[in-house]
């Protein structure tokens, strides 16, 4: 430009230069934001397809089971078994769940036999009702309001290795079968890293303790009425 020194035309170019750049420069960092984002979508949405198709799949196994017609003669033979069953002392049958009533529950853990208490089991039909599987102590509570050393305040239980099978026998209706491993879980115990209760069992009264009698060559256990 005329009358303009050369340092001054540098400075104006250089100027120029910047305000042309500046937004390219700044959408440039935005677009590389907007990738990453995109990017992060995408995996979460290749997730959902993954979990999806597989919910897919299970549904369709369920559909296959529901149009599975049920033997009534075995059903009825199940329930014959369940009402001479040594620990159910009730059933009965509230809408969509099956209510089974407990003798009272022992445990034998390290020689000495706790006295849990009787228990209410809670079973539902309805796979969309939440809990499945509830229990509540109708006798005793202990270490803090806990139903059971393996089970919460609030009647859940704390499955372990059988958080998969014992939900599968009740969405598959197989109640008898259901009912007979969730009594067996209220008569066990485990405190070891395979499994930690709540609370500990010790917190239950003793109903039979062990009594040491010396015989003539080594000593005899014998279990005595607490």
Known sequence: MQGMSEEKLAILKQEYVRL??????????????????????????QKAIVETIRAIEFKKLELETLKIIPDMGNKEKEFE?????????????????????????????????????????????????????LYKNLTRHAGGGYNHPHINSEGRPCLGNIQECLPQMIGAHQYA??????????????NDSDGKPYTDIQNWPVRKKAKVVMGARSPITIQEEG
């Open 177 to 190: 079968a259901a009912i007979s491993v969730a009594i067996q879980y209220l008569k066990s115990y485990t």
């Open 20 to 45: 042309c750049c500046a937004p390219r420069i700044g959408a440039i960092k935005l677009t590389i934001s907007n990738i990453k984002d995109l990017e992060v979508r995408l995996g979460q949405y």
């Open 81 to 133: 078994g369940l009402l001479i069953h040594p620990d159910i002392e009730n059933i009965s049958v509230d809408g969509s769940t099956i209510i089974i009533s407990t003798v009272n529950i022992e445990i034998e853990y390290r020689r000495v036999v706790y006295d849990i208490g009787k228990f209410n089991i809670y079973i539902s039909s309805d796979i969309n009702a939440g809990w499945v599987l």
